[in-house]
């Protein structure tokens, strides 16, 4: 009986293959998305978690100096003499021009089991990785990418993450020109009877980096994802909630029918529900194959965005995890359920001698209406409520999520309202709108579906634009010098800057000098800085005291980036613990940058850091002479074409990690926008069956089907004109809420909002298009109709 | 087994209200194995509703419906859906064919949920109702006179003991529902099922072995 039940249901399918194609679309572009975007996560995450299990430092303390700097030879030395299990590591960065390698260097005879790792298991030449000139150990991802020169023989091996490479500690101490131990590595097990480290050392206890810092760094990128995957999640559950809605209601006479003939309710929902499941799979499979697709492509633009906006190194390979596909399914099958839930309740409350006449499709009552315009309105408060007094990232994304369902729930109401303002002229008119509020209830899902990804679009388009324009000025502001130079070496870079001070031609040089320290705990650059109007007029800061350049030129003060400002809640005058301490003077803006960053002035950099030596620096010359000179330092000082850049070089590959940043959230933008127009369609279709009781009276009394289809376009594209118009003011909530909280709790900075009428113009008449496309269907057949189709409604009403 | 002692059908002082409008006001009435019994009386006098509830489509508001003597009150929707589906044949006047299947799938469909279906026997029927050659149609393709014999077919096809048809010719031209009635009866007659149906036809009415006339929810002749 069950079989027969289900394949009586399942009939209803192979009379409407395209109804059931529309609700698998929904399923698998629902699946793929959400999946999609939980693969990338999964598989960046995982990357964060292969780096710091990167010698065992996830499981292994540290002993380091209190501001990051390398520790004594003899700190090490006298621990050891007292039978402490420690080892040494020296860590640095090697840069060559644009090729970065993070450089480990290990003593394998003293390091712990755990951070022995995979990388050194196997098959290891040991005689070469400890004889000079040493072996190096890198991922095949990272032997591709551009690399520093000088380095020894390569081994590869797949344990060291991707812009990392691990080597013996004498070839990094020669390859990093630094000869004392960055930390020391402690062994879990020490010898008993010893009395506790941090009493033996003045040095600093590092518990072991469960959650590295990247990860920490990512987490607001990743969430961000996660929202948009379940914003289109969301989008796609409307969907396949309109094509199990129309199914439900074309076959409540097919369901009475099964009972009346004798089909337990039980064995109807049983059915159901395993049509349900089946249907479900399959489209989930199709989705996890499809989000698999998605997530490859994006890939290597979201690694190139976690790599521009966080420095963290993520490969650009997906790898496919069968645990992901199995969670992606589960996520389909809970999704469908969610959206069957309405149609299985009305199943089972539905009374056997229910009349079977298809009713208007999710016709809410106006109590339904009512409830959901007072918890738009409840949204809307906790929206502002949180705007202004919430803090922390979750209360920006909550704030989000509030104003976007809010306004979502509104839309009926808002509808029905504006409709009521209207005062038609004739008859016919007034047939219009009344039939248009009369739709209103079964297109609402899908107009919220359209107005969430309107808003969503504005939204992030705006947050882009916002940053982009700004980001734009300030490169105009931060690269002004004319040329930038890499010298092949530090000795090199030295002796360049010394020749070309003296060049009549030349206005300035200005040293482009760094070290890595940390500040607050966390890492951060100190940059040292001459004293020069290319500063002093040109660097927008925030905030200063008086005269800060000044300040900065004696010596006696440091400007802070915004991130490191916001993240530590500092204030002007505050001391940051460079050398003795300075005062800040400055905080100036640092676009794209995750981690904190200082400036001092040279003097002060290189008394507090005397390891820190240029190897890159920056020509101030007038313009016209520009070409000559980077020609000169190519023939004449033998330097590398691409070691010799202009500006207008610097600022296109600045605004290309831009570009990259926001390749993902751009695409997501475009898919979610097609799949809300998908969600119109079916909708459209829907009523479009269920809509020819309403029509036929209205053809009868002497309305042509081709006016009534034209009235159907006309109200489609009025509808979609109507949800754009009130996605609007949400999108820009939305940018606000983006570039006000969501950006300065994410990344620490925040942007100045502005306003982009033409990419609004440019989103209407997409969506003018969408809606249209999504017409186009149901308009041409209701022209088409067979007047005898329509005829048939009165033989069918008796 | 069937008692002959006990009637098929035994309906039993049935009252039904729809909240505080009465329908039917103490009804009894009984049917016996291969009887045939016309229902008929003015709209609204509750003609449908007493099939309704013989069918246990519907519960009564107060009196027991037996069937073979059992008091299908008493079960709960899985077995009353059982009695329904093993022993009663349900006509409809609006034909309920299942609109994505075929002529054939919907003759089959009761038989094959009871597990009584009979190739032989639903091709003969199929055959004496003039559905031969529709077996691939859809019920959007038919006329009305041949969705309700496809509905007849359906509805004899598991040879049930009681066949419970509700103005099972009202949609139908007077031709042609003399047509239907007479291959219902022919068929009812040889598989030996008993036949209640509602109608409104007193031509028709007088076509069936009894005939009792509901007025204002009672029993007016008998």
């Known amino acids: 009986m069950l079989y027969t039940a289900i394949s009586t249901l399942f009939s209803h399918w192979h009379r409407r293959p395209g109804q059931l194609a529309m609700l698998m679309l929904g399923l698998a572009l629902a699946t793929a998305l959400w999946s999609g975007v939980q693969a990338i996560n999964a598989e960046a995450r995982g990357a964060y978690d292969r780096a710091a299990a990167t010698l065992g430092q996830d499981q292994l303390a540290r002993l380091e100096t209190p501001d990051g700097r390398p520790l004594p030879l003899t700190d090490y030395i006298a621990l050891r003499r007292a039978g402490y299990l420690v080892s040494p590591v020296v860590s640095g960065e090697l840069r060559d021009g644009e090729a970065r390698l993070r450089l480990l260097g290990i003593d394998p005879l003293t390091a712990p089991a755990a951070a022995q790792g995979p990388a050194l298991d196997g098959d290891l030449d040991l005689a070469r990785f400890f004889t000079a000139p040493g072996l190096i150990l890198m991922s095949d991802e990272t032997a591709e990418r551009p690399l520093p020169d000088g380095l020894p023989d390569i081994a590869l091996t797949d344990g060291v993450p991707p812009g990392a490479a691990i080597t013996d500690i004498s070839t990094a101490a020669h390859l990093l020109g630094q000869s004392d131990p960055s930390y020391l590595l402690i062994d879990p097990n020490q010898p008993f009877g010893l009395a506790p480290l941090a009493e033996a050392t003045d040095l600093v206890l590092r518990p072991p980096e469960t959650a590295n810092d990247i990860a920490r760094l990512t987490d607001s990128f990743h969430l961000n994802l996660t929202a948009f995957g379940l914003l289109s999640f969301a989008v796609g559950l409307f969907i396949v909630h309109a094509a199990i809605g129309l199914a439900f209601e074309q076959r409540r006479a097919t369901v009475r029918t099964l009972r009346a003939l004798g089909t337990p309710l039980r064995s109807v929902l049983t059915a159901l529900s395993l049509e349900l499941t089946a249907i479900a799979l399959v489209s989930g499979a199709v989705g996890v194959m499809l989000g698999y697709v998605i997530a490859a492509s994006l890939m290597p633009g979201v690694a190139g965005t976690l790599r521009g906006l966080y420095g963290a190194e993520v490969e650009g390979v997906l790898r496919f995890d069968p645990l992901?596909?199995?969670?992606?399914?589960?996520?389909?099958?809970?999704?469908?359920?969610?959206?069957?839930?309405?149609?299985?309740?009305?199943?089972?409350?539905?009374?056997?001698?229910?009349?079977?006449?298809?009713?208007?499709w999710a016709q809410a009552s106006g109590r339904i209406m009512r409830l959901q315009a007072l918890a738009a309105l409840g949204l809307m408060c906790i929206a502002a409520g949180l705007a202004l007094f919430g803090s922390g990232l979750i209360a920006a994304f909550v704030c989000l999520a509030a104003l976007l369902i809010g306004s979502a729930l509104a839309l009926p109401a808002l509808f029905t309202g504006f409709l009521g303002l209207i005062r038609p002229r004739n008859a016919f008119?007034?047939?219009?709108?009344?039939?248009?509020?009369?739709?209103?209830?079964?297109?609402?899902?899908?107009?919220?579906?359209?107005?969430?990804?309107?808003?969503?679009?504005?939204?992030?388009?705006?947050?882009?634009?916002?940053?982009?324009?700004?980001?734009?000025?300030?490169?105009?502001?931060?690269?002004?010098?004319?040329?930038?130079?890499?010298?092949?070496?530090?000795d090199d870079t030295s002796t360049l800057m010394a020749t070309l001070e003296n060049e009549p031609e030349v206005d300035a040089i200005l040293p482009i000098i760094s070290a890595e320290t940390r500040l607050y705990g966390l890492p951060a650059d100190v940059f040292g800085i001459v004293d020069h109007p290319t500063y002093s007029a040109a660097w927008p800061l925030l905030s200063a005291v008086d005269n800060p350049w000044a300040q900065i030129a004696n010596g006696t003060g440091v400007l802070v980036n915004e991130q490191l400002y916001r993240r530590e809640g500092l204030a002007l005058g505050d001391i940051v613990a460079i050398g003795s301490g300075l005062p800040i003077v400055g905080v100036y803006s640092d676009y794209g940058n995750p981690n904190g960053q200082a400036i001092v002035s040279l003097n002060r950099l290189t008394d507090t850091f005397p390891n820190a030596r240029p190897i890159r620096f920056a020509i101030r010359i007038n313009p016209a002479d520009v070409p000559a000179m980077a020609t000169r330092l190519r023939e004449e000082f033998g330097l590398p074409p691409d070691n010799v850049i202009n500006q207008v070089e610097v600022k296109r590959f600045s605004l290309q990690v831009f570009e990259q940043t926001f390749l993902v959230t751009g695409a997501l933008n475009v898919l979610t926008l097609g799949v809300a127009a998908l969600a119109l369609l079916t909708s459209l279709l829907t009523l479009a069956n269920l809509r020819l009781p309403q029509l036929?009276?209205?053809?009868?009394?002497?309305?042509?089907?081709?006016?009534?289809?034209?009235?159907?376009?006309?109200?489609?594209?009025?509808?979609?004109?109507?949800?754009?118009?009130?996605?609007?003011?949400?999108?820009?909530?939305?940018?606000?809420?983006?570039?006000?909280?969501?950006?300065?709790?994410?990344?620490?900075?925040?942007?100045?909002?502005?306003?982009f009428p033409t990419d609004w113009l440019m989103l209407f008449a997409l969506a003018l298009i969408a809606a249209t496309l999504a017409a186009l269907g149901p308009t041409l057949r209701l022209a088409r109709i067979a007047p005898a189709r329509l005829a048939q409604v009165f033989a069918q009403e008796r | 087994m069937i008692d002959s002692d006990l009637p098929l059908l035994n309906l039993r002082d049935i009252c039904k209200s729809y909240g505080s409008t009465p329908v039917l006001n103490g009804v009894s009435l009984a049917l016996n194995g291969g009887q045939t019994l016309a229902l008929t009386g003015e709209s609204g006098s509750g003609k449908s509703t007493l099939l309704h509830l013989a069918a246990g489509l519907d519960q009564p508001s107060d009196g027991s419906v037996h069937l073979d003597g059992e008091d299908i009150g008493r079960l709960d929707d899985a077995g009353r859906a059982q009695i329904r589906r093993d022993r009663i044949g349900l006509i409809f006047q609006q034909f309920n064919l299942v609109p994505s299947l075929n002529v054939a799938a919907n003759v089959a469909l009761q038989a094959q949920m009871a597990n009584r279906f009979d190739a032989a026997f639903t091709a003969e029927i199929s055959d004496r109702l003039g559905l031969s050659d529709l077996g691939a149609r859809y019920p959007e393709q038919l006329s009305g006179g041949q969705q309700q014999r496809v509905a007849i077919a359906r509805a004899l096809a598991p040879r049930p003991e009681?066949?419970?048809?509700?103005?099972?010719?009202?949609?139908?031209?007077?031709?042609?529902?003399?047509?239907?009635?007479?291959?219902?009866?022919?068929?009812?007659?040889?598989?030996?099922?008993?036949?209640?149906?509602?109608?409104?036809?007193?031509?028709?009415?007088?076509?069936?072995?009894?005939?009792?006339?509901?007025?204002?929810?009672?029993?007016?002749?008998?």
């Open chain 1, 696 to 755: 036929a009276p209205v053809w009868a009394i002497g309305t042509s089907r081709n006016r009534l289809a034209w009235v159907e376009m006309g109200r489609s594209l009025a509808l979609a004109a109507l949800t754009f118009a009130l996605a609007l003011p949400v999108g820009l909530a939305l940018a606000w809420v983006l570039l006000a909280l969501v950006n300065v709790e994410a990344f620490g900075w925040r942007l100045p909002m502005r306003l």
């Open chain 2, 162 to 222: 009681l066949i419970l048809a509700d103005e099972p010719t009202g949609n139908l031209d007077e031709e042609t529902g003399d047509i239907v009635l007479t291959l219902l009866l022919e068929l009812v007659a040889e598989t030996g099922a008993a036949l209640m149906m509602v109608t409104h036809s007193p031509r028709l009415a007088q076509r069936l072995s009894r005939e009792v006339h509901l007025s204002r929810g009672q029993l007016a002749v008998q």
């Open chain 1, 324 to 360: 992901w596909a199995a969670s992606a399914l589960a996520i389909t099958l809970l999704g469908a359920s969610i959206a069957a839930i309405q149609a299985l309740i009305g199943t089972a409350r539905m009374p056997l001698l229910a009349p079977a006449m298809p009713r208007a």
């Open chain 1, 429 to 490: 008119a007034e047939w219009v709108v009344a039939d248009t509020r009369q739709q209103v209830p079964g297109l609402s899902l899908a107009l919220m579906a359209l107005l969430l990804a309107l808003a969503a679009n504005i939204g992030v388009s705006t947050m882009v634009g916002s940053f982009r324009h700004t980001f734009t000025g300030w490169l105009d502001q931060r690269i002004s010098s004319e040329l930038y130079v890499t010298g092949r070496s530090v």
